[in-house]
């Protein structure tokens, strides 16, 4: 499908991953619906929306799955890894630990998900300037190291969700075509 009789070029597969709380699913309802949900959540399972935008005049259907609370349990499996071509790994700017933790989350991708997969690292809830303990640069440099896109965001105003989605499909739409 797609919007109306649009010709889908490309489905795009793009999972969402980080610590608990750190906002991977009001990331993923600001770029699907453009909605921030106060009273969000979550049933246990993984789930996925979709978003059809247009890059380099394909129409790519990006399907965006969330861990829906399974990364609580350390029971994000490889399934939900299988065929991913882009990661959004997020952590939150004002909990350290959700950052310590972004090297083993990029472990986990790197042992589960295809060699060829694009990581954007994401430090969320940048609206939240007064308590921020994550500084840009250590971000910068960890993502600098490890090959990674990144950006700060935040899903509560909006700011750079959009701008992250869309470079990450372009740097998939590079590595497919
Ligand atoms: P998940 O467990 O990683 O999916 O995290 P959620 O999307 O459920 O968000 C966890 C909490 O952080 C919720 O209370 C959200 O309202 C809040 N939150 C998410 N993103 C932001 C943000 O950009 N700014 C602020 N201030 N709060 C956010």
Redesign the pocket.
């Known amino acids: 499908q797609g919007r109306g009789h649009e010709k889908i070029d490309y489905v795009f597969k793009v999972v969402?991953i980080?610590?608990?709380?750190?906002?991977?699913?009001?990331?993923?309802?600001r770029f699907a619906k453009n909605e921030?949900?106060?009273d969000?959540?979550?049933t246990i399972g993984v789930e996925f929306q979709t978003r059809t935008v247009t890059i380099n005049s394909k129409v790519i259907k990006a399907q965006i799955w969330?861990?829906?609370?399974q990364?609580?349990y350390r029971a994000v499996t490889s399934a939900y890894y299988r065929g991913a071509l882009g990661a959004m790994l997020?952590y939150?700017i004002?909990k350290r630990q959700t950052f310590d933790h972004v090297a083993r989350w990029v472990e986990e991708l790197r042992a589960h998900a295809d060699n060829t997969i694009v990581i954007t690292l994401i430090g969320?809830?940048?609206?939240?300037v007064d308590l921020r303990v994550v500084p840009t640069e250590d971000a910068v440099e960890f993502a600098e190291d490890q090959g990674l896109f990144f950006f700060e965001?935040?899903?509560?105003?909006g700011?750079n969700v959009e701008a992250a989605f869309f470079n990450l499909l372009e740097e998939i739409y590079n590595v497919v075509s």
């Not at 965001?153 to 105003?157: E, I, N």
Request: charged fraction near 30%; proline fraction near 0%.
């Open positions: 969402v980080g610590d608990s709380a750190v906002g991977k699913t009001q990331i993923l309802s921030f949900c106060f969000s959540k979550s969330d861990t829906a609370g990364e609580r997020v939150d004002t969320n809830k940048a609206d939240l965001t935040s899903a509560l105003r700011d």
